[in-house]
């Protein structure tokens, strides 16, 4: 999914690819979009424009406007633009690379869950939207931009480890690595898409030469403090790795009181007391 910068080409060329004629640029302009492409890390803003060209933040936003109404680029959000693909139009051009403006409007953030699951090869599921989750509090939690779905999930800011930099052009974007990505998922089984997704992806860790490290994920649980997510964890990990004892001898020495369910959004019928975990019939099967 690496996006590449798009390059400037010639009016005239670019014409053939939009389906449409670009506004005109003069001399001028030409040059300083040109010299704006060159610099840019795959996104725009006024402040961007006005420290590549030297202009005044507010010259600089004009001239971003100018250039949107023209074709050149495409506003994503106020004061966020992207280069228009060769084969886009400016009224219909899709994000190239989510994760880019992902990180420019919502950081600090990473990139997790199922989208995390994804880059590390962890799910064959195909999902449509980016999942973010990020400090802020965002009113719209599901925005689409430019043709791309983001789902957003707010964390504190002392969560922001188990991370991993991802060089998208020139831009480092934070994504979980992956015993990050499933402990998140143990957090709130909706970020692996449910629980079948996120149990799918637990399995797909601990097959995986390169990325099974159970002892992260027991070390990534506690440190996030989450009772319920050590259950779901010894339970998941005697299920299907028990011959990592020394793991699940770890979970089961930091139990904490009380009884939870393996998916919150599941129904559960069967308690599993050694972990007081609430399962759904199929996974005490399973044990058997």
Known sequence: ??????????????????????????????????????????????????????????????????????????????????????????????LEDPWLVAERLFSPCYIGGWSAAEHWGLTEQIFRSTLVLTVRKPRDRSPTLKG???????????????????????????????????????????????????????????????????ASLVRYARRLGNGAVIKRMGFLLETYAPEEAEAIAGCRAHLSKGNARLDPGVPARRLVTAWRLWVPDSFVKARR
């Open 148 to 214: 791309a779905r983001f789902q957003l999930r707010t964390v504190n800011a002392q969560s922001l480890f188990g991370l991993k930099a991802v060089w998208r052009g020139r831009v480092k974007v934070s994504v979980s690595d992956p015993a990050r990505t499933v402990v998140d998922m143990l957090v709130d089984p909706r970020l692996g898409g449910g629980l079948r997704g996120t149990v799918d992806t637990f399995r797909a860790f601990l097959d995986s030469k390169e990325w099974r490290d159970v």
């Open 1 to 94: 999914m690496a996006s590449a910068l798009i390059p400037f080409v010639k009016e005239e060329q670019r014409s053939q690819y939009s389906g449409r004629p670009p506004g005109g640029l003069g001399a001028q302009s030409r040059a300083q979009l040109s010299k704006v492409l060159r610099a840019s890390d795959g996104t725009l803003s006024p402040r961007q424009v006005a420290e590549i060209l030297d202009l005044p933040p507010g010259k600089a936003a004009r001239l971003l406007s100018r250039w949107a109404a023209q074709g050149w680029v495409a506003r994503v959000r106020r004061g966020l633009y992207v280069p228009v693909p060769l084969e886009g139009r400016a009224g219909d051009a899709a």
